[in-house]
T-cell receptor, first 115, second 114 residues
Framework: AQKVTQAQTEISVVEKEDVTLDCVYE???????LFWYKQPPSGELVFLIR??????QNEISGRYSWNFQKSTSSFNFTITASQVVDSAVYFC????????????FGSGTQLTVLP | DAGVIQSPRHEVTEMGQEVTLRCKPI?????LFWYRQTMMRGLELLIY????????DSGMPEDRFSAKMPNASFSTLKIQPSEPRDSAVYFC????????????FGPGTRLLVL
């Protein structure tokens, strides 16, 4: 069975600090997809990134970067020079090939960026 | 193109009443998903459709919950009768197939059952 663990329930940083959100997953499939979603205080779920299991290249998008390591089953998310607007709950999710697109979500990490 | 549209955004009702939540997926998306989010259980998949056909409803909590997708651009999630424990945020999401796994979520419906 697939499982996603976000061990950090809450993180608080001061603006301009870097912060890394951890995500560890479990799956028996060799083909799978990993996602990060952001849920700001307004409540919507915003898609951030999708990564398939065959692509282990790290990705950078502005202040956001993702580190995918199959050897440790981790897909960590780093925000560089955090801003107050980054305050949100961040969810990591997993979809297995053949699972008919069912997403398994982690429990989320509440990030608070203080001014 | 507009994203996933949900209505109403907020719903307050009394126990025992019927509640209907509505969703319009992104045009061209073949899959539609209904999720429920609560503090205790996080994000749970309730049901999903492929080409308007329900594929897996194993996440639907009880017979009080039902979902339909009469056409490619509209789906409903109905709770009858509603109970206080149904209070949650209900999200609708849609995705393309094949090859694209990304689910795009609507803004959610915040349901409060008194």
């Amino acid at each position: 069975a697939q499982k996603v663990t976000q061990a950090q329930t809450e993180i608080s940083v001061v603006e301009k600090e870097d912060v890394t959100l951890d995500c560890v997953y479990e799956t028996r499939d060799t083909t799978y997809y990993l996602f990060w979603y952001k849920q700001p205080p307004s409540g919507e779920l915003v898609f951030l990134i999708r990564r398939n299991s065959f692509d282990e290249q790290n990705e950078i998008s502005g202040r956001y970067s993702w580190n995918f390591q199959k050897s440790t089953s981790s897909f960590n998310f780093t925000i560089t020079a955090s801003q107050v607007v980054d305050s949100a709950v961040y969810f990591c999710a997993l979809s297995e090939d053949g699972s008919a697109r069912q997403l398994t979500f982690g429990s989320g990490t509440q990030l608070t960026v203080l001014p | 193109d507009a994203g996933v549209i949900q209505s109403p955004r907020h719903e307050v009702t009394e126990m025992g009443q019927e509640v209907t939540l509505r969703c319009k997926p992104i045009s061209g998306h073949d899959y539609l998903f209904w999720y429920r989010q609560t503090m205790m259980r996080g994000l749970e998949l309730l049901i999903y459709f492929n080409n308007n056909v329900p594929i897996d409803d194993s996440g639907m909590p009880e017979d009080r919950f039902s979902a339909k997708m009469p056409n490619a651009s509209f789906s409903t999630l109905k709770i009858q009768p509603s109970e206080p424990r149904d209070s949650a945020v209900y999200f609708c999401a849609s995705s393309l197939v094949p090859g694209q796994e990304t689910q795009y979520f609507g803004p959610g419906t915040r349901l409060l059952v008194l």
